[in-house]
């Protein structure tokens, strides 16, 4: 069974920092490409960004670049988000995805963790 489990979220005000974090288990993580998506509120759930199975290609949505980084430690079967300049647009829930293709059509999500950036 896959398992996907978020952790790292928080309150943040404008300009910081936060780092997230993915736990996967129940399928061979370095196999396949990872990705994360948010759904702020009331609003549709939209893809983030997405790396590669060795992590040599990254990618990002407009809203995101040069802001976030994603990267992956496949020994540890984990998956991280970086994000900086955190602007009160990026308030929402982060869900850890397996297999999205720049999509939310992914194969597998987690539960999220909350982001909230306000003063």
């Known amino acids: 069974e896959v398992q996907l489990v978020e952790s790292g979220g928080g309150l943040v005000q404008p300009g910081g920092s936060l780092r997230l974090s993915c736990a996967a288990s129940?399928?061979?993580?370095?196999?396949?490409?990872m990705g994360w998506l948010r759904q702020p509120p009331g609003k549709e759930l939209e893809w983030v960004s997405d790396?590669?199975?060795?992590?040599?290609?990254?990618y990002y949505a407009d809203s995101v670049k040069g802001r976030f980084t994603i990267d992956r430690d496949n020994a540890n079967n984990m998956m991280y988000l970086q994000l900086n300049s955190l602007k009160p647009e990026d308030t929402a829930m982060y869900y850890c995805?397996?297999?999205?293709?720049?999509?939310?059509?992914?194969?597998?999500r987690g539960q999220g963790t909350q982001v909230t950036v306000s003063s």
């Open positions: 790396i590669s199975q060795l992590g040599g290609v990254t």
């Open positions: 129940g399928f061979t993580f370095r196999s396949y490409s």
């Open positions: 995805a397996k297999s999205c293709a720049h999509s939310v059509r992914c194969a597998d």
